[in-house]
T-cell receptor, first 115, second 117 residues
Framework: NAGVMQNPRHLVRRRGQEARLRCSPM?????VYWYRQLPEEGLKFMVY????????ESGMPKERFSAEFPKEGPSILRIQQVVRGDSAAYFC?????????????FGQGTRLTVV | AQKITQTQPGMFVQEKEAVTLDCTYD???????LFWYKQPSSGEMIFLIY??????QNATEGRYSLNFQKARKSANLVISASQLGDSAMYFC??????????????FGTGTKLQVIP
């Protein structure tokens, strides 16, 4: 029973390149959340997705960032034309499809470094 | 207003002593949940303990207990018998329904705990 899997663990991109971060939720989980953690800070909510639906993207920057969770395959967080300020740890969490879930299970994060 | 407030950026505790990490929250939702996560230097987020807003008893998990005071809107984490491996960042978080009816988890800024031998 694998946990939430994120890959890659570490990603280095040059300014202007695209970054793709993947998240495979726990088996049976259909809700995925993405968070960003800047150095020395807490986690900031970015987006909440269910299969094939973006439920809440109020924490996503309006430009360059997008997220999807297709019917098949992992959830993808995509950052276009990366800038130095995008350097952060990006965490994905998943939870089961019922209200009152007691915890969200986190992946180990992807550490993005923009050089 | 901050949804989750952790007022202690850093704490020191002597090994084998107990320590309390503070967390206050703000919500108008009647049904919500409070979590504590540990983030060691390796970076992963480790779930420690959960308290539901309707739970009458304080949650406990091994050496971790959550001191839940609903009227004061506080959810402090108590770690008993601190160990060197407890040195880490600790985040308080709250799950609530937002204005759109969707569940969202909000995190505090964290407390860095250092256990002294």
């Amino acid at each position: 029973n694998a946990g939430v899997m994120q890959n890659p663990r570490h990603l280095v991109r040059r300014r202007g390149q695209e970054a793709r971060l993947r998240c495979s939720p726990m088996k049976g989980h259909s809700h995925v959340y993405w968070y960003r953690q800047l150095p020395e800070e807490g986690l900031k909510f970015m987006v909440y997705l269910q299969k094939e639906n973006i439920i809440d993207e109020s924490g996503m920057p309006k430009e360059r960032f997008s997220a999807e969770f297709p019917k098949e395959g992992p959830s993808i967080l995509r950052i276009q034309q990366v800038v130095r300020g995008d350097s952060a740890a990006y965490f994905c969490a998943s939870s089961p499809p019922m209200s009152g879930h007691t915890e969200a299970f986190f992946g180990q994060g992807t550490r993005l470094t923009v050089v | 207003a901050q949804k989750i407030t952790q007022t202690q950026p850093g704490m020191f505790v002597q090994e084998k002593e107990a320590v309390t990490l503070d967390c206050t929250y703000d919500t108008s939702d009647q049904s919500y949940g409070l979590f504590w996560y540990k983030q060691p230097s390796s970076g992963e987020m480790i779930f420690l303990i959960y308290q539901g807003s309707y739970d009458e008893q304080n949650a406990t998990e091994g050496r971790y207990s959550l001191n839940f005071q609903k009227a004061r809107k506080s959810a402090n984490l108590v770690i008993s018998a601190s160990q060197l491996g407890d040195s880490a960042m600790y985040f308080c978080a709250m799950r609530e329904r937002d204005s759109g009816g969707y569940q969202k988890v909000t995190f505090g800024t964290g407390t860095k705990l250092q256990v002294i031998p």
